[in-house]
Every structure is written in structure tokens, then in C-alpha cells.
């Protein structure tokens, strides 16, 4: 019988750990992590061994429509004689914590058997497929442990953590709401994580809750078709009787020039520490000069010496990417809900995030495109909607016309002249059309009907985007030195009594100039 599953969300907590209680989590996450790869290990082996078994080799061999029962009845035998299953997988963990028994002092029995799940899971993504590899965790990649339930071991008792023998205190804010709901959920299992924040070690509890989460007022969801053409500056949607382009996360702090410098001092830190693992110096023309050239990295495997002064730059570096991530995932969540308001049918192009990241590097790596469209997709599925997206190729909504005809367009032709008459913004109007997909192949017929009825939101969505613009531009010329960040940074904050009927052109020349 399948376990039975239900809706779960995330309530996290800081706790309150001092030196003491710290020492004593470490050496159970230590323990933890050592019985972690212990079990990463064994599996690897059983792993071989199934593929080197006869029943494997012959499933393999079988056609894989036609002979589907028979090749998944050969798999299972190959995975029973090599004891390859979560189940035996736990029984190795149990095996090997009472054999170390400081393992088994640190670690409970429920927290073993989820530690061997997790390693089970892992090698098994390797066995379909779906992986390459797996790592083997070191000290300072191992950052969380869980328990199966809420009844022994590892588990939230009272408003505490309890851990066989711990009772440590969280830190609860009773005023906010998102908080509140969750302490008054039902606690499926509770999980005990790390994180480096300004580079000390802060310690946090995350109670996996039943039910769904704390919806805010402002953050509510409707039913309804929302068509989205995502690029690099902004994100078009068309929803059923609203449109606009929103800004993708703009103004990033990306700490470039801090980053650069304390990757400098740690290069130099480097090699005066490690000497050995470099090439010597050498001369190098450079134009009619001769440049001195530091020497690269020797090949091959080495030991790094990483003295105290590279570890404290390596944090404060490892803390301006976290910062610079964290802004990043907060400015994609405002949006994702801002998308969320107008629809929860999600119809999109499958772009290619390797590819912007190939083409515009650093630009596009801070503003996370595929943390958006996976928040996107989670949150829409969660309000019992859809994420659907479809191919570029055959679609080719940036070239389409209203009347089927296909024309290219350069990048920077922000503005759409359709062969029947009308003027539209480009990524407005490739949005429009997303919501006519249906199985890869575009309706030219349903966005024939729907436009006359689509084209004044269209025009309206249009509107204030150019007043945005231009009232950010104004606040740039008026005040260059200091302009706070939330004066312009999107066009929801701009009253509709500064937009006027005259600021969208209806020449082809004026609108290419202001796009």
C-alpha cells in the first residue's frame, strides 16, 4: 500500500545555541556526516553490483516498449540479489552506528534510517540516470539532519527542539502571522540546519508542517490564463484583463569591485602559502614591454595550506555572495506573486538559461532566471494551476504576425509592427500569443478573435511602462549622485494620474526611439 501523502510547507526558526550546545551539535552532525558517507559508500557498491548482474544485463537487452513487465521484473530481481533498496540500506546504517558506538550515542535510530534514505536516494539518481555522480559530504557541506516523524527522536515538543538529551529554545516571533500559522500546524518531522551568515555559524529549525502555508493578503492567487515572455530586462505577461512589463530584478548588488579584491588577497595569500603548487614565474612581451607573469596552477592533485587571514577573506567573500543571492531570490518571489495575481495558468517559451548565461555572463547570473521560473512553477502547481511551457523553434512568437506570416526580428527591435496594421511592444504582444499555445502549435485563430478584445489592456500595460521609464530618467537627471533604489525600481509604484493618452506614439519612427 503507497504511503499516503499530503501538502506540506516550511515554518523556519532561529535557535538560540550558545558555545556549549554548539560543541555538542557539531560532533553529532560530525557524526552524522561520517555515517552519511558510510552509507553513500555501500550503496555505490551495491549499485555495481546490480549493474554487473545477470538479470541487469539481460533487462538491458530487452526492448524497452515492447517488453516493458518483463525488463521491470528482471531490474527488481538484479536490485533484490544485490541488496540495493532503501529498506536494507537502513539496516546497514543501524548496523554500522552500533559497531561505532559513539555514532549510535550521538545519532538516534529514526535520524540513522533518513540519513541512509538520503544516501540511498542519491545513488539511485545515478541508477536512472538522472546524475552523474554523487559527492561525499565534507565538514562544511554537511548542513542539515532530519528525523522520519514527530514522535521520537529528533522532534518539536513544546515550543523546543527536543534531541535525546538537547532541549534547545527557538527564537519566536509571536507577531508575525506566517510564524504563528505554522507553530499552530501539525508537525510531520523537524529538521536541524547551519548556515554562515557575516561568517559565524547560526543555527535555525525547520518544522516540515501538514497543510499549506500562510497566504498573505496581498499575496493571493487567482484562477485564470497568464501568458509570459521572459527575457533579461523584463517580464511581459498578458493575463484575462490585465497587462504589463515588470522589471526582472533590477539593481542586484553584485559587489563586483569588493568581490575581485578579496579574491586578489586570497590568490596572494595562496601563493605564499603554497608555493609548490605553482610554476615559477616568468617573462612575457607584451606589446614592446616585457611583463613579468605570475605562474599558473601545476596540474594534478594537491594539498592546499589555507592560513587564518585567507579563511576570514574567504568568508567575508562567501558573505557578499550571499547577500547578492538573497536580494536576488527576494526581488523573483515579488514577482512570481505579482504574476500569481492574475492567473495561476502559467503558458510560457522554454528559453535557454545556458545559453543567456553564455551570452550575457555576469548580467544575467544575478538575476537568477531559473530560480524564477522554478519558483514560478512551484507556487502554481501549488494553487492548482499549471506551468506550461513550449518550444521557441515552433512557435516562433517574436516572428509571428496575426496572420500567420513570420518575420525576423533583430534584438534591438523592441517594437512590433504587425503586417496587418496594428503597432504593439514586442514582448507584450509574444506574450499575447503564448496564451494561444496549445500543444507546441500556435492558434492563430484564438488570437485572431481575442485580440481586438486584448489590445486596450495591451496598450494600457504598454502605457505605464513608458511612464515608468521616463520618470526614472527625470529622477536620474534631477538627482545622479543619490537615487534610492525603490523610487523607480518598478512602474506598480507610479499613480495612474501621471500617465497621459499622448505618451504612447503611434509613429513607427517615434517607437523605435523610445523603446
Known sequence: MARKTTSSFITELPLIVDSKLEKQLSARFQSGRQLYNACLNEALIRMELVRNSEPYKQAKRLNRDKQKKQRNQLFKEAR?????????????????????????????????????????????CILFGMAKQVRFKITSRFKSVEGKSNKQGLRWLGDKVIWCGLNIEPIIDWDNPVIVHGLNS????????????????????????EGLPFQKPQNYVTEGIVGLDVNISNVAFVAD??????????????FEREIKALQRKMQRSQRINNPDNFEPDFDDKVGNKIVRKKGKVKPGK??????????????????????????????????????????????????????????????????????FQSELKRKAENANGYFLTFSTQKTALSQTHLDGTRIKKSLSQRVHKDVTGFVM?????????????????????????????TEPFLLDGWQQYQSANQVAECV????????????????????????????????????????
Open 302 to 371: 594537491k594539498q592546499w595550506i589555507k592560513s587564518r587571514n585567507y579563511r576570514r577573506i574567504q568568508a567575508k567573500k562567501a558573505e557578499l555572495e550571499r547577500r547578492k543571492s538573497s536580494y536576488a531570490k527576494s526581488q523573483n518571489r515579488k514577482l512570481v506573486n505579482e504574476i500569481l495575481r492574475h492567473g495561476n495558468q502559467i503558458k510560457t517559451e522554454k528559453v535557454s538559461i545556458k545559453g543567456w548565461h553564455k551570452r550575457y555572463g555576469k548580467a544575467i547570473s544575478a538575476k537568477s532566471p531559473g530560480y
Open 425 to 453: 511592444h514586442r514582448d507584450l504582444f509574444s506574450a499575447f500569443l503564448s496564451r494561444c499555445v496549445y500543444n507546441d502549435e500556435l492558434s492563430l485563430w484564438d488570437a485572431q478573435c481575442e485580440y481586438p478584445g
Open 80 to 124: 533484490r540479489q544485490a541488496r540495493f533498496s532503501d529498506y536494507e540500506l537502513q539496516s546497514f546504517a543501524t548496523i554500522s552506528a552500533k559497531s561505532s558506538k559513539w555514532i549510535a550515542d550521538k545519532v538516534d535510530s529514526n535520524t540513522q534510517q533518513k540519513l541512509a534514505t538520503r544516501a540511498f536516494k542519491a545513488v539511485e
Open 241 to 254: 484583463n490585465k497587462a504589463g512589463l515588470l522589471p526582472f530584478v533590477q539593481k542586484v548588488p553584485t
Open 476 to 515: 536620474r537627471e534631477a538627482c545622479p549622485q543619490g537615487i534610492s533604489r525603490s523610487s523607480y525600481s518598478s512602474f506598480e509604484q507610479m499613480s495612474n494620474e501621471v500617465l497621459t493618452s499622448n505618451q504612447i506614439a503611434l509613429k513607427g519612427e517615434k517607437l523605435e526611439g523610445n523603446a
Open 186 to 209: 501539525s508537525v510531520k518531522y523537524c529538521r536541524i540546519l547551519w548556515r554562515n551568515l557575516n561568517g559565524k555559524k547560526r543555527w535555525f529549525v525547520q518544522l516540515i508542517n
